[in-house]
């Protein structure tokens, strides 16, 4: 087997998609694929991610599914050493997968477990791929990490407290491994998507609704917000990732609100507090055990 040399972009390349049996994952990975990139589909719900898997064979496209649990460092790191062991290479890791917990409902509501979990996955999560993928790219000479995390991670978002919380986080790990990791031949990028039209924006399967917050009330909530579609969302990324963008803002008109948290964070807040206020989100009652 040859041994790679330079990262490809993205024909005959091979990645691995962690979240990828729906939304924005399972949206990367079918553009992915149509460009000629082998991607291993990654993601708890195995049944989904092989469907999606198949569907993408039957048009030619290379794609395997694997079952992953990205809160186990010692699954994730197999799963990259059989990619590698099959393929010969790693060209991109897409640290995709996320949860979200009390979606449209203050901190107040939250249990500690709730802290744990979206803790765990979408920080812990990513730093599992990170730890299983970084010296590996490092010793290859080349190797993109891309991180999602979301505009909820460079302003504040309401009715979301943990989830920004984690977000913000990965952004913050995104930026400093960025700095290093240029001198040593690896990329690093961060999707910071506005509101995606995703399971997510319902709560997801793996997300604790918050009692007296229905569906119906977040799902409210984002379309007030214009969503995009994931495979929309995917495309533009992916531009912006081959031409190793730092910071991945889509759509674009989100940067305004970006740009004016950066200029003025009190006034972003302040209109944050309003739009608390004016949508309604569950404050007054509920459950606020402190588990």
Not at 225 to 252: D, T
């Amino acid at each position: 087997m040859t041994t790679p040399t330079a990262i490809r972009t993205y024909r005959d390349a091979t990645a691995i998609v962690t979240g990828a049996a729906s939304g924005i994952g399972r949206a990367l990975a079918e553009n992915l694929t149509a460009q000629g990139c082998e991607v291993v589909l990654a993601d708890l719900q195995l049944e989904e991610a092989e469907t999606t898997a198949a569907a993408l064979r039957a048009v030619g496209g290379k794609a395997t599914a694997v079952r992953l649990d990205v809160t186990d460092h010692t699954a994730f790191e197999q799963l990259v050493n059989d990619t590698v062991a099959r393929t010969g290479r790693l060209d991109y890791l897409f640290n995709n997968a996320g949860i979200s917990h009390g979606m449209g409902a203050g901190a107040r509501h939250y249990r500690l477990e709730d802290w744990r979990r979206i803790i765990d996955v979408n920080l812990g999560g990513v730093v599992n791929g990170v730890q299983s993928t970084y010296n590996l790219m490092i010793d290859q000479g080349f190797g993109h990490i891309v991180n999602t995390a979301s505009m909820a991670g460079l302003v504040p978002s309401v009715g979301t407290t943990s989830y920004v919380t984690t977000k913000h986080a990965v952004v913050g790990l995104s930026h400093n491994l960025r700095a290093e990791a240029a001198q040593l031949g690896v990329r690093v990028s961060v999707l910071c998507p506005g509101v995606v039209r995703t399971p997510l924006i319902d709560g997801g399967r793996y997300g604790r609704r918050i009692e007296g917050v229905t569906s119906e009330m977040t799902r409210e909530m984002w379309e007030r917000q214009k969503p995009i579609s994931a495979e929309e969302f995917a495309k533009k990324a992916l531009g912006a990732v081959a031409k190793n963008k730092g910071i991945v803002v889509v759509p674009a008109f989100w940067k305004l609100f970006w740009w004016l948290f950066r200029v003025s964070p009190s006034f972003s807040v302040y209109l944050a507090t309003r739009s608390f206020r004016d949508l309604g989100l569950r404050e007054a009652s509920g459950d606020r055990s402190q588990k």
